[in-house]
């Protein structure tokens, strides 16, 4: 625990946040994102106002109302029935633990935690969660400087809380209350929900900064070594000199005082705000000299235009012979949405690397191949979560199941437009049986993928490691068109912000769309050719 500063309590060398000099933010999610805390705070005041009562009757003695105090010092943060347990203990109540599974009539603990649940769950039930204005420009601001940003929660109502609020998209990592008992992982004021954030998001705990408004939440950021630990505040009267004791760096009360400049190193842009690539031709040329390129290349829409049937886009023999001549000088991998073995068919070359299934099967010459632990426990859910999209989309026509070893794409190009929405509907209802898999939304399709932090980007990171290209000698550069390309994007922002060098390209003109790509290509014939042009520098200049 710190003590009070006495003067400008607020003034530490990383606040307000510099983006270079940080690489994500992890953020608690009641009371600092949305505006829930008020609402676990009713549902556990009618709890324990109710069981006192009970109590004080049966025992003919005391123990005191539930007060807000109460609800900061000992269930504010923590885990359900951690926070029964620590509350009754405040009390000198001892219950049996129970089981989650108990009746919200049984007096145990689990009961108890459950009565409350209940009483929450009707609340959410009932309302739209509001998510503070403050949180969502903090958290595109972020975005757009490539600062990489996390979700945790205590909760185990953090997915429908997210979702209440429609910004379940908004966060590359979520650790909640699930995640926390499927890997019996201590709560607040432990810092392993933290820590756990920071693994996922490949980010260390001293570049990371945690933003938190429970007093158990801020002593859990100090005790893990973050970087920086931010209290929230929100207007409570005492709150901040609690946070700041609890172990909080600085106390904010709005989260757009984080960032120090409103527009610090914007680094993403709209499409087509992005700068040409045919007018950059000879910077990058010179960025290229004496370096040897690692280049990754998406498929759909990259090397090959969208097709209405995605089975019939197929690349072209020029295309083809380009790749083939660049893998001779450069280290080539395509990085697929597709399954590895329909990727590796279509682009048909041996001398390349393949990632399929969003980076979870990675194959490379000579029989290469290694399938990821991070995809592999989660075939089982796969496997079922296939079965039931199959069997609810079977009535819509012209939506079609296309299961990858690892993930399994959705696809509705040929849906009639009033449909659309049965589409997600059924996709939703599937997924709300596998809290292990998650959705993304592609052109066109939506994807069901394990919920890991794997993702393209990863895999980038993953192969450039394994191919022993990480030195400064190597420029990555990745080419793709969608909105999971974006995760590469983001690394190579990342590495560069790190001191590293990457080119991000972004195919097409998805007019609108963000995107942390360097430059443009407006179509695939423009990637066809770049890739010639790669292939007449390489021969002259880039080492082979
Ligand atoms: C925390 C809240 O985020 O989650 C607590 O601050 C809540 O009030 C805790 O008790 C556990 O939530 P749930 O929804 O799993 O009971
Ligand atoms: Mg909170």
Known sequence: MKEDPAVNPNQHPLYPLEPVEIDAVIFDLDGVITDTRCAHEAAWKQLFDEYLEEHVKAHQSGCGSFSHEDYREYLDGKPRYEGVRDFLA??????????????????????????????????????????????????????????????????????????????????AVKV???????????????????????QRLGVSPERTVV?????AGVKAGARGGFALVVGVNRGE??????????????????????????????????????????????????????????????????LTPIVEDYRKAQLSSTMRATISELA??????????????DVRKLVGLDQVFYAGSHGFDIAGPKGWHVELQQGKEFLPDLDAAEAGLREKLREIGGASVERKKFSIAVHYRQVASDDVLSVEEAVDRVLSEHPRLRKSSGKKVFDVKPRSHWNKGQALLWLLERCDLGG??????????????????????QAERNGGDGIGIIVGDDS?????????????????????????????????
């Open 176 to 198: 909640d209350g699930v995640d926390m008992a499927e890997q019996s992982l201590p709560g607040k004021p432990d810092p392993a929900i933290f820590l756990q954030a920071a």
């Open 328 to 341: 001779r000088s450069c280290t080539v991998a395509v990085i697929s949405g597709r399954d590895l073995d």
């Open 472 to 493: 400064d000698d190597v420029v990555p550069i990745y080419i793709g068109d969608d909105t999971t390309d974006e995760d590469a994007f983001h690394v190579l922002r």
């Open 90 to 171: 405040s009390r000198h109540i001892q219950l049996p633990w129970g089981d989650p599974a108990d009746s919200p009539e049984q007096e145990t603990v689990c009961g108890l935690g459950n009565r409350k649940n209940h009483y929450f769950s009707q609340w959410l039930e009932s309302h739209t969660v509001d998510t503070f204005a403050d949180a969502l420009d903090v958290l595109q601001r972020l975005y757009r400087a490539g600062v990489r940003t996390a979700i945790i929660s205590a909760s185990k109502n953090c997915e429908a809380v997210l979702a209440n609020a429609g910004i379940t998209d908004l966060f």
């Open 512 to 544: 609108g769309r963000p995107t942390l790509a360097h430059y443009a290509l407006e179509g695939t014939d423009e990637v066809a050719d770049f890739l010639q042009w790669l292939v007449a520098i390489t021969a002259t200049g880039a080492k082979g």
């Open 211 to 215: 933003v938190e408004d429970a007093l």
């Open 237 to 302: 009267s005492g709150h901040a000199e609690a946070l700041r004791h609890y172990g909080a760096d600085v106390v904010t009360n709005t989260l757009t005082e984080l960032l120090k400049d409103p527009q610090p190193g914007v680094l993403s842009a709209p499409v087509e705000e992005i700068a040409l690539f045919r007018e950059a031709r000879n910077a990058v040329r010179a960025r290229l000299r004496n370096k040897h390129i690692a280049l990754f290349l998406d498929y759909d829409g990259t």
